[in-house]
């Protein structure tokens, strides 16, 4: 009886984490996030990419993702004693300046020592139909930037890429409409 308690106890630190982890991101605090996760922290797709490599890039990605209002969207969240599994739906400027589909992810956690300590991403059914349909937006905005000689992509997505590319966004939203 008592590995069963414990174990519910377990699981259920690691999906309260794993919510304080999505709403400090939301909410773009730093110092909450990085107390949160690992110092070995990263964020890896299933197919081996890595989105995210360290703290620092995750830090960096976080002020990018605050200038183009990135949010993510916890729908479903399954816990067992390793890790917890969600549901997730990000967004940003980026898909409302250009009206662009949201993405869907399954995002399974690991932890070590009561931290996040990492990130596996993959995609749902569904995902290449968005992929693809976001794709044309994306080229349509390129399309755009290269006819106005404007800059589109940064070496680094931090806040002051995260910067120039919302007022870049907003000028071609402004001009769609």
């Not at 519910?8 to 939301?26: C, F, G, M, P, W």
């Not at 209002?69 to 967004?91: G, M, P, R, W, Y």
């Not at 919302?166 to 402004?174: F, I, M, S, T």
Request: glycine share 6%; proline share 0%.
């Amino acid at each position: 009886m008592m590995n069963g308690i414990s174990r519910n106890i377990q699981t259920s630190k690691h999906q309260d984490l794993v919510k304080a982890y999505i709403e400090a991101r939301n909410n773009y605090n730093l110092d909450a996030v990085m107390a949160l996760v690992d110092e070995n922290y990263s964020e890896i797709f299933s197919d081996g990419s890595v989105e995210i490599e360290n703290k620092n890039q995750l830090s960096a990605l976080i002020l990018w993702g605050k200038e183009l209002e990135s949010h993510i969207k916890l729908l479903d969240i399954v816990t067992d004693e390793a890790q917890v599994t969600t549901i997730e739906e990000n967004s940003n400027f980026l898909d409302v300046a250009l009206q662009r589909k949201s993405r869907k992810f399954k995002v399974v956690y690991s932890f070590k020592d009561g931290k996040i300590l990492g990130q596996k991403i993959d995609t749902l059914e569904g995902y290449a139909e968005v992929t693809k349909f976001n794709g044309r937006k994306y080229q349509e905005f390129v399309a755009y930037c290269e006819k106005h000689n404007l800059t589109y992509s940064g070496e680094a997505l931090d806040k002051d890429f995260g910067i120039h590319l919302r007022k870049v966004l907003e000028q071609y939203k402004a001009d769609q409409e």
